[in-house]
């Protein structure tokens, strides 16, 4: 069945910077759009970021652009998402997600997305 497993939170100050993975097996993970998602307590899931299978178009969030990346290695069935210079309201948990099927579209709405991971905790203190 199809795994999505994160690494990488932590506890960071603000202004610091972390890198999460999310290492995905049991799905054709070249040909498929990936998510960044994240969802601070009590909000809602927002959508972070997005990168197509080749890694050529990306797509984020207006609050993280010019600090966060996403990248993807589809030798290692590895998407990435490099964050600096954190703020403490990015604290959240960030989930990784694919889409359900091979697909040249960069989709951000949470919707789109069938497989998600567990989950991996980020906190940034002020």
């Known amino acids: 069945q199809v795994q999505l497993v994160e690494y990488g939170g932590g506890l960071v100050q603000a202004g610091g910077s972390l890198r999460l993975s999310c290492a995905a097996s049991?799905?054709?993970?070249?040909?498929?759009?990936m998510g960044w998602f994240r969802r601070a307590t009590g909000k809602e899931r927002e959508f972070v970021a997005a990168?197509?299978?080749?890694?050529?178009?990306?797509k984020y969030a207006d609050s993280v652009l010019g600090r966060f990346t996403i990248s993807r290695d589809n030798a290692k069935n590895t998407v990435y998402l490099q964050m600096k210079n954190l703020k403490p309201e990015e604290t959240a948990v960030y989930y990784c997600a694919a889409v359900p099927a091979s697909t040249l579209l960069v989709v951000v709405a949470g919707s789109s997305y069938s497989y998600w991971g567990q989950g991996t905790q980020v906190t940034v203190s002020s």
């Open positions: 990168i197509g299978w080749s890694g050529g178009t990306t």
């Open positions: 049991g799905l054709t993970f070249s040909r498929r759009t």
